[in-house]
């Protein structure tokens, strides 16, 4: 079972950049697709981001295409979500989580590891 933790998370204005990132420990990091969920106050958990084992293949919520991107670094064992040009929609809680194979990572029910979650607010 892989375990991970998520940082990066905070308060930013409008316009602003952050950046996530997920270090995982306890399994071999680089045979996991890995994805960015990310849950606001009274709605669910969408999906954000993926990025498959080896990172050549991404994937994004329309939300965020050409402002969010995933990239990871096998080596560190750690999957980042470099945020651009935030706006308050983004306010949430963001998760990382593990999938092994997949079929679709825009589904939560594809990941079977999930982090704790970084709280990140963007304010106008």
């Known amino acids: 079972q892989v375990q991970l933790v998520e940082s990066g998370g905070g308060l930013v204005q409008a316009g602003g950049s952050l950046r996530l990132s997920c270090a995982a420990s306890?399994?071999?990091?680089?045979?996991?697709?890995m994805g960015w969920f990310r849950q606001a106050p009274g709605r669910e958990r969408d999906f954000v981001a993926a990025?498959?084992?080896?990172?050549?293949?991404?994937y994004y919520a329309d939300s965020v295409k050409g402002r969010f991107t995933i990239s990871r670094d096998n080596a560190k064992n750690t999957v980042y979500l470099q945020m651009n040009s935030l706006t308050p929609e983004d306010t949430a809680i963001y998760y990382c989580?593990?999938?092994?194979?997949?079929?679709?990572?825009?589904?939560?029910?594809?990941?079977?590891?999930w982090g704790q979650g970084t709280h990140v607010t963007v304010t106008s």
């Open positions: 989580a593990a999938s092994r194979g997949g079929w679709d990572l825009v589904l939560a029910s594809s990941y079977y590891s």
């Open positions: 990025i498959r084992w080896s990172g050549g293949t991404t």
């Open positions: 306890g399994s071999i990091f680089s045979t996991y697709d």
